[in-house]
């Protein structure tokens, strides 16, 4: 099971920073992805990241702004987060990606597990 932390309100600019754990197994050999969902939109990816490597991918609308990274001592996966605009919101995920791929994906329909989600809320 995963489960992210981090989310909340915050005013537009500002930053939070999120964070995605497993409870039971190891994280340090899965493709991890951070998507989003807004209401009435379908999930979108923000971004991903490799296991071995570490390489990033970001969406474009986030490039510049939301850093991934990991840390497989505590295995996590944080999704930092600044200058959050107004149409950043949604209920931010975690994923882990199915399947051999040799590069992360941020298509949702690749990913098979899915932690619960946590709220981000960006005010004007």
């Known amino acids: 099971q995963l489960a992210e932390s981090g989310g909340g309100l915050v005013q537009s600019g500002g930053s939070l920073n999120l964070s995605c754990t497993a409870f039971a197994w190891n994280l340090d050999y899965y493709h991890i992805g951070w998507f989003r969902q807004a209401p009435g939109k379908e999930r979108e990816g923000v971004t991903c990241i490799t296991p071995n490597s570490g390489r990033t991918y970001y969406a474009d609308t986030v490039k510049g702004r939301f850093t991934i990274s990991r840390d497989n001592a505590k295995n996590t996966i944080y999704l930092q987060m600044d200058n959050l605009r107004p149409e950043d919101p949604g209920v931010y995920y975690c994923?882990?990606?199915?399947?051999?791929?040799?590069?992360?994906?941020?298509?949702?329909?690749?990913?098979?597990?899915w932690g619960q989600g946590t709220q981000v809320t960006v005010s004007s």
């Open positions: 994923a882990t990606q199915g399947g051999g791929a040799t590069m992360c994906s941020m298509v949702p329909s690749l990913y098979n597990y």
